[in-house]
C-alpha cells in the first residue's frame, strides 16, 4: 500500500525567496480547530509544488555527535545557519562549547552580541549538563538559552522582523503564541524539569540579563517540546522508501509550528541551507483545506495504532488526522481494544 501523499501533479512552481528573509504564500492563513488548535488552511487554490512557507528559525542550535570531524555543524551567526566545513571555520577564542563554529570572521563578528549571551554559561554547563544530565536534556536547555538570547537581541533592537503582520505573528510575540501542553505533563517530569532550570539557568550569574522567571522558562520547555523541529537533510512527508537521514539540528520556528500533523499530509517540509524550515505543496490543495505536514517520516505499512502511539511518546498527543480517524474503527483499530490484549 501506498503511504503518503500523492506525487506532485504540476510542475507550477513558486520559487522560495532568494533573500534570507521568511516568505508566507499569500493563499495561507491560520485558523482554529476545537480538536487540534491552531492550525494552517488554504484560502484560494494551490497548485502542487508551490512553496507555502520559508520559514527563519527563533533559535536553532547543531545536533551532531562528534563535531571536531563533522561537517554538519551550523554556523552559530543567527542569521547565517548554513553548515561549516571542517577546513574554513573559525571556533570561539572561550572555547565554550564543541559544536561553536562561524563560517568566517564576518558571520562572528556578526554574531557577538548574541553569542556573548551564551558563551559563559556554554563554558560553565556544557560539559557537565551533558555528564550528569545526558545529551537530551543538555540540547532542550541550551535552546531555551538561544530562545533567551534571541529575546534579548530582538529587545534590543526594537525590531520583531514581521512579515505579514496581519496573518501571522513573527519574532517573540510568535513565541508566546505557541502551544505548549503544558497541562498534559505528568507532575514527576515538570518537577524534573523545575529542578534542572533553577540549577543551570535561575543560578547562573551569566545569564541574569536575558533569563525569565523559572515558571515562564518552564512554559517555554513545554513550547518547545510540542513545537521544536528536528533538521534532517531529505524532505519529511512524501512516500519514499527511505528515512529523511540523520539529524543535524534542532529549531523553533515561529510560523511553520502552526502546522499540524497528518499522516496523509499535503504539505512536505525540509531545511534549506541557512536552516530556514520550507513547506511545499505535494498536491494540488482546495480553498478551506487544511494545510498539513507529518511530523514523523511516513514509509512502510505502519497500522493506525503504531503510529498513533509513536505520536503520543514523541510528540504527546492523540492523532485526530483524516487517515487515522477513517482507519480507527476499522480492523486496522481492533488490537488496540483492551479486550484483545491478552
Ligand atoms: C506544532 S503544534 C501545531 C499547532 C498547534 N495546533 C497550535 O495550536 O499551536 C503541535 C500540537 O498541535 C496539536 N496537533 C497537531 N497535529 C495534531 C493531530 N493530528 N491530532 C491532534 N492534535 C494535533 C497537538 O496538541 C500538538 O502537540
Redesign the pocket.
Known amino acids: 500500500m501506498a503511504i503518503g501523499p500523492h506525487p506532485p501533479q504540476s510542475t507550477t512552481t513558486t520559487k522560495a525567496p532568494t533573500a534570507k528573509q521568511s516568505h508566507v504564500h499569500p493563499h495561507i492563513s491560520q485558523s482554529h ?1 476545537p ?5 494552517l488552511h488554504a484560502t484560494a487554490p494551490l497548485k502542487a509544488g508551490n512553496v507555502l512557507m520559508v520559514d527563519s528559525p527563533y533559535a536553532v542550535i547543531p545536533v551532531v555527535d562528534d563535531p571536531a570531524h563533522s561537517d554538519e555543524v551550523l554556523c552559530s551567526n543567527g542569521d547565517c545557519r548554513r553548515k561549516v566545513p571542517r577546513v574554513r571555520r573559525i571556533g570561539c577564542s572561550n572555547r565554550c562549547a564543541a559544536e561553536v563554529f562561524w563560517c568566517d570572521t564576518g558571520c562572528r563578528d556578526v554574531d557577538r552580541i548574541r553569542h556573548v549571551l551564551e558563551c559563559e554559561w556554554l563554558k560553565g554547563y556544557a560539559v557537565s549538563l551533558r555528564k550528569n544530565e545526558g545529551e537530551y536534556y543538555f540540547g532542550v536547555l541550551w535552546l531555551i538559552v538561544r530562545v533567551l538570547a534571541a529575546r534579548y537581541v530582538e529587545k534590543a533592537q526594537g525590531s520583531s522582523r514581521s512579515i505579514s503582520k496581519e496573518k501571522f505573528s513573527s519574532g517573540w510575540t510568535a513565541m508566546t ?3 505548549d ?1 503544558r497541562k498534559l505533563w505528568p507532575e514527576a517530569d515538570l518537577l524534573h524539569w523545575q529542578s534542572l532550570i533553577e540549577k543551570y539557568i535561575c543560578a547562573d550569574s551569566s545569564l541574569r540579563n536575558i533569563a525569565l522567571s523559572a515558571d515562564i522558562i518552564l512554559t517555554l520547555i513545554c513550547q518547545q517540546e ?2 521544536s523541529f528536528g533538521l534532517y537533510p531529505k524532505v519529511t512527508g512524501l512516500a519514499s522508501t527511505s528515512d529523511r537521514g540523520e539529524q543535524y539540528g534542532a529549531a523553533i520556528y515561529p510560523r511553520s ?6 499522516c496523509c499530509p499535503n504539505i512536505t517540509h525540509k531545511p534549506d541551507d541557512h536552516g530556514r524550515m520550507v513547506f511545499t505543496a505535494s498536491r494540488d490543495i482546495g480553498p478551506g483545506e487544511e494545510c ?1 505536514i507529518s ?1 514523523m517520516d511516513l514509509f512502510g505499512d505502519v497500522d493506525v495504532n503504531t503510529r498513533r502511539k509513536h ?1 503520543r511518546v514523541q ?7 483524516e487517515r ?1 480517524r477513517a482507519e480507527e474503527n476499522s480492523e486496522e483499530g481492533w488490537d488496540a481494544l483492551p479486550f484483545l490484549d491478552d
Open positions: 480547530d480538536d487540534k488548535g491552531r492550525q503564541e505557541l502551544c501542553n510540542s513545537n509550528s502552526i502546522a499540524n500533523h497528518s498539513c511530523y505520536l510528540f504527546s498527543f492523540t492523532c485526530q488526522c487515522c
